[in-house]
């Protein structure tokens, strides 16, 4: 197999054997990525649904040009800076009450891998033997191993099944079917599990699949009922994807243990929290060496990571950003609106600033052969998307413009026209 560019770069999920080109970018503002010469792509998926505000927000990049200057890097075991206290205070003081401490890292995987050992701390510290972790069916919580083991298993993770950890699997609630969902997780809380972890209103690598608040509200309240913990994974859905800044607050739901990521620094470096409530954290507190909760990466809060992130809640707090939402909602909706009665669209769907659909195609699902070809059609016209097999969706940063917007969705229409 020949490589098709002359770098060793492996890319992630990236087949290089296709050949596809892969465009070099140089420079990013708002929601567009300029290449080397000046062309540019509109950036429709965020970057991987991390940058929030749009490209290289001024606020942040200041904020990181000046903590540069300061401190670049501390052990965070046993020490502390001010952008983590500042940071982890602002946090529990947006999040609900019973959220009370705040566990940095450094990807939504390691934050997923934090919640996992959190939980099953929880119980092994207060000597119950309680281990076994429940899932939802199509659920995506990152790469690593555990992370993957609470994941949907399918192709993407097929080589590694023989390490993965065996999970309770919870129907997904589609429409009509939630009763059935509530009476497996019912059945499944009744074995005494240790947590359930869950992406609040929707499942993104699962396929953009939607299900309402008061479903999330129930689950929430089953779980609650049996002492099982609730585990909001809104590594996706946090910092407003959904229209409200985390998805649980559309549920009135409060969670145990909340893993926050990509948008957590408006998507311009990366870092990671765990927020847990109070009892979670009192079980390893003691003087007793052997209850301390043994994770840390080297990178653990790095200072300059959380400058950033300050920086985020600052915009959040001092920038009309759910103006922003809301209108980037409307129009999603109205673009998504204009293609719902196109024979070859089904299920269109939209949350907060999120519109997906899938293309009605012969194959089906994460290896859909229409998905390179979009992927090709978007990028020959300037945009970039990244459709999952063969759901389409859109998920900008909130600054995009309406023209920009306009060309992302004009692309989408002629790769209906193209493509069938
Ligand atoms: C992206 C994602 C993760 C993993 O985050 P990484 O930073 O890529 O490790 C976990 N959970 C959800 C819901 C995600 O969308």
């Not at 606020?59 to 670049?72: G, H, P, T, V």
């Not at 990152?142 to 994941?151: E, F, L, Y």
Request: glycine fraction near 8%.
């Amino acid at each position: 197999m020949t490589l098709t560019h002359p770098s060793p770069i492996w890319h992630p999920f990236t087949q290089h054997g296709l050949g596809e080109p892969i465009p070099l970018i140089a420079r990013g503002e708002g929601a567009r990525l300029y290449g080397t010469d000046g062309r540019y792509w509109i950036d429709a998926i965020s970057s991987w649904w991390v940058t929030t505000h749009g490209h290289a927000h001024p606020r942040i990049m200041a904020a990181i040009r000046d903590q540069s200057e300061k401190l670049d890097q501390l052990i965070f075991a046993g020490w502390t800076h001010e952008p983590a206290e500042t940071l982890a205070a602002e946090l529990i003081r947006i999040t609900p009450d019973p959220l009370t401490r705040v566990f940095f890292s450094d990807s939504g995987s390691t934050s997923v891998e934090v919640a996992l050992k959190m939980a099953l701390g929880y119980w092994f510290n207060i000597g119950e033997d309680r281990s076994r972790i429940l899932v939802m069916e199509h659920s995506y919580h990152g790469d690593t191993i555990g992370a993957m083991s609470v994941g949907e298993r399918g192709v993407y993770n097929r080589a590694w099944q023989p390490l993965l950890f065996d999970v309770g699997t919870i129907p997904f609630p589609h429409e009509g079917q939630e009763q059935a969902a509530f009476d497996a997780l019912e059945a499944a809380c009744a074995q005494k599990p240790a947590a359930f972890i869950v992406e609040p209103l929707i499942l993104g690598a699962g396929g953009m699949l939607i299900y309402p608040a008061w479903v999330l509200a129930e689950m929430r309240a089953i779980c609650a009922r049996h002492g099982v913990l609730f585990i909001a994974d809104e590594v996706m859905t946090g910092w407003g994807r959904t229209g409200t800044r985390f998805a649980c607050d559309q549920a009135g739901v409060i969670p145990d243990i909340v893993c926050l990521s990509k948008g957590l620094t408006g998507g311009a470096i990366p870092l990671a929290v765990t927020l847990c409530s109070e009892p979670i954290f009192a079980a390893h507190l003691s003087t007793d060496r052997a209850k301390t909760f043994y994770h840390s990466s080297s990178y653990t809060a790095n200072p300059i990571a959380c400058a950033a992130a300050v920086a985020n809640l600052d915009i959040w707090r001092d920038e009309p950003v759910q103006q922003r939402i809301d209108a980037l909602a409307d129009a999603q909706a109205a673009h998504l609106g204009m293609l719902a009665s196109d024979p070859r669209v089904a299920s269109p769907r939209r949350l907060g600033t999120i519109a997906a659909f899938d293309i009605v195609a012969p194959d089906s699902g994460y290896l859909s052969a229409l998905a390179p070809r979009l992927i090709a059609h978007y990028r020959d016209r300037g945009v970039l998307l990244r459709p999952l097999g063969n759901t389409v969706y859109v998920m900008p940063p909130y600054g995009i413009v309406p023209d920009e917007l306009a060309q992302v969705w004009g692309a989408i229409a002629t790769s209906l026209d193209d493509l069938r």
